[in-house]
Every structure is written in structure tokens, then in C-alpha cells.
Nanobody, 115 residues
Framework: QVQLVESGGGLVQAGGSLRLSCSAT????????MAWYRQAPGKQREWFATISSGGRTPSYADSVKGRFTISRDNAKNTVYLQMNNLKPEDTAVYYC????????WGQGTQVIVSS
């Protein structure tokens, strides 16, 4: 059974930074591209970052490019998200999943950016 557990969210002022982690179990982590998604209040969940299985080819949505960095540690079955220069519009619940997502999602981690 796939289990995805996100952590590291919190309340931060605009311009601040956070580092999110996502631990994955019950799946062949090292052979799967992984991604981060987020869901802002009143909006649909959206993709914004992907990293290949080997960790060498990240891709980002324009909204986070240059501010967020996705990385992974296959030995720890963990994917990370370094978020810098946070903006109020980054406020959302953040989730990780495969790049082609499983039907099952974790509980997410809340990020609130105050202006």
C-alpha cells in the first residue's frame, strides 16, 4: 500500500523560506519520477514541480521557477522541496506524489505565507 507523508509546512512571512519533505513507502521509489502539487483555498490541486527518477532533470511551473527547488534522496525514499522568496499566493496545502500520480494521496502539509 502506497503511503506518502508530507512534512515541514508552517507559517512564514513573505520573502521567507521553508523546506518540505515527503517520505514514500509501499512503492518502487527509485524508479519513479516524483512531483510536488499544491491546492490553494478554493482552487483545484495543481502540479508545479517534477524530478526524474535519477534526480537530474527537474522541471517547474512558471509560478515557482527560480524560487523553488525539488530534490530527492533515493536511499531515504524521500523527496524534498526547498522554497525561497515565498509569496502570499504560495499559501496552499502541499502534496507529493508520482509524476503520474497514484489515486491515493497523503494528508499534505499546510503552508501559509503572510504579507
Amino acid at each position: 500500500q502506497v503511503q506518502l507523508v508530507e512534512s515541514g509546512g508552517g507559517l512564514v512571512q513573505a520573502g521567507g523560506s521553508l523546506r518540505l519533505s515527503c517520505s514514500a513507502t509501499g512503492m518502487p521509489f527509485s524508479i519513479n519520477a516524483m512531483a510536488w502539487y499544491r491546492q490553494a483555498p478554493g482552487k483545484q490541486r495543481e502540479w508545479f514541480a517534477t524530478i526524474s527518477s535519477g534526480g537530474r532533470t527537474p522541471s517547474y511551473a512558471d509560478s515557482v521557477k527560480g524560487r523553488f527547488t525539488i530534490s530527492r534522496d533515493n536511499a531515504k525514499n524521500t523527496v524534498y522541496l526547498q522554497m525561497n522568496n515565498l509569496k502570499p499566493e504560495d499559501t496552499a496545502v502541499y502534496y507529493c506524489n508520482r509524476a503520474v500520480p497514484y489515486a491515493s494521496w497523503g494528508q499534505g502539509t499546510q503552508v501559509i505565507v503572510s504579507s
